[in-house]
């Protein structure tokens, strides 16, 4: 049993696929295939079964690539001894971020490390995806800029480490001649009854509309789904629905024809956190990244 081959069982519990954890690990199928039939000859237990086109672990290779994976946070633990000795903090972090986010902070993060002395190599990726599909981001990504409503489950801890870097409200946007543009805030009974541009099911700004329709009592017309709130924001200026847009993460939007109105007497809140393996977080080039992210979502949040 060697640890590349307990590498290749995590990958795949994470990732689903031979081809997935291929293509993750920069190897060709058929060697993923030979590792995982040289770890299973070493057990009796069987380790992955067949479901339909996936090979799933069994309960026996979860626990095995549970195991597995402490043996790697370990094996990292010794990497970053040594890297704290020798001073080390270079190297290349990978980040992957939602558009919003990414948008919003990923210029300030390359402007923040360039006056670093000897700073880490940092390669961003967008990747917007549902809520419930972030943490398995983490089998690509050194660092994951993920989000989700303040009100939901957190993320799962099994392999997977988060840090929160801001708790971000959601306001109404409305155009700059809409009879609402004049209030100081609205509330769900308010903005009920417009119809609204809001984003595709599983994100945050259709979260809070469902909220809204609860409070409310009664359904919502959504007559447009844009996950880009820049999209957003321009079908909004030009009148005729409502729509939904994150405090700070959307500041690169030009608000001119738009007025942002906080909601009141619904959860509008959704944390932005990092999520990363464990192992990822012992590199000090991906820690000093992490640092430098907080700075600049603390500046953005003013």
Same mark, same amino acid.
Request: net charge neutral; proline share 5%; no cysteine.
């Given at each position: 049993?060697?640890?590349?081959?307990?590498q @290749?069982?995590?990958?795949?519990g994470a990732?689903?696929?031979?081809? /997935?954890v291929?293509?993750?690990?920069n190897?060709?199928?058929?060697?993923v295939?030979q590792?995982?039939?040289?770890?299973?000859?070493s057990v009796?237990?069987p380790?992955?079964?067949?479901?339909g086109?996936?090979?799933?672990?069994?309960? /026996?290779?979860?626990v095995?690539a549970?195991?597995?994976?402490?043996?790697?946070?370990a094996?990292?633990?010794?990497?970053?001894?040594?890297?704290g000795?020798?001073?080390?903090?270079?190297?290349?972090v990978?980040?992957?971020?939602?558009?919003?986010?990414?948008?919003?902070?990923f210029?300030?993060?390359?402007r923040?490390l360039?006056?670093?002395?000897?700073?880490?190599?940092?390669?961003?990726?967008?990747?917007?995806?549902?809520q =419930?599909?972030?943490?398995?981001?983490?089998?690509?990504?050194?660092?994951?800029?993920?989000?989700?409503?303040?009100?939901?489950?957190?993320w799962?801890?099994?392999?997977?480490?988060s840090?929160a870097?801001?708790?971000?409200p959601?306001?109404?946007?409305?155009s700059?001649?809409?009879?609402?543009? /004049?209030?100081?805030q609205?509330?769900?009974?308010?903005?009920v009854? =417009?119809?609204?541009v809001?984003?595709?099911?599983?994100y945050?700004?259709?979260?809070v509309?469902?909220?809204?329709? /609860?409070?409310a009592?009664?359904?919502?017309e959504?007559?447009?789904?844009?996950?880009?709130?820049?999209?957003?924001?321009?079908?909004v200026?030009?009148?005729?629905?409502?729509?939904?847009?994150p405090?700070?993460t959307?500041r690169?939007?030009?608000?001119?024809? @738009?007025?942002?109105?906080?909601?009141?007497?619904?959860?509008?809140?959704?944390?932005?956190?990092v999520?990363?393996?464990?192992?990822?977080?012992?590199?000090? =080039?991906?820690?000093?990244?992490?640092?430098?992210?907080?700075?600049?979502?603390?500046?953005?949040?003013g």
């Open positions: 049993m060697e640890l590349h081959q307990l @290749i069982l995590r990958e795949l990732l689903g696929s031979v081809a /997935a291929a293509e993750n690990l190897v060709t199928p058929s060697a295939s590792h995982l039939s040289a770890l299973q000859r009796h237990t380790l992955t079964r067949r479901d086109r996936r090979l799933t672990l069994t309960s /026996a290779g979860q095995l549970a195991a597995g994976a402490e043996a790697i946070d094996m990292a633990a010794a990497r970053s001894a040594l890297d000795f020798e001073g080390g903090s270079t190297g290349v990978t980040i992957s971020g939602f558009h919003s986010v990414g948008q919003a902070l210029a300030p993060l390359i923040e360039d006056g670093a002395e000897a700073p880490p190599i940092v390669q961003l990726t967008d990747e917007d995806v549902a =419930s599909d972030f943490p398995a981001l983490t089998a690509r990504y050194d660092l994951v800029l993920a989000h989700r409503m303040e009100h939901s489950p957190p799962p801890v099994d392999g997977v480490r840090l870097l801001a708790r971000e959601l306001d109404v946007a409305v700059a001649s809409h009879p609402l543009a /004049a209030r100081g609205v509330t769900s009974f308010d903005v009854d =417009s119809p609204w809001t984003s595709r099911v599983g945050s700004p259709d979260d509309l469902r909220a809204v329709a /609860a409070v009592g009664r359904p919502v959504i007559r447009h789904r844009i996950n880009d709130y820049g999209a957003v924001a321009a079908v200026a030009a009148g005729g629905v409502l729509g939904m847009l405090r700070y959307s690169t939007v030009d608000d001119r024809d @738009i007025v942002r109105l906080p909601l009141r007497g619904v959860s509008t809140h959704r944390m932005i956190d999520l990363a393996r464990p192992e990822n977080l012992r590199r000090q =080039s991906v820690r000093l990244v992490v640092e430098a992210l907080r700075r600049v979502m603390a500046r953005l949040r």
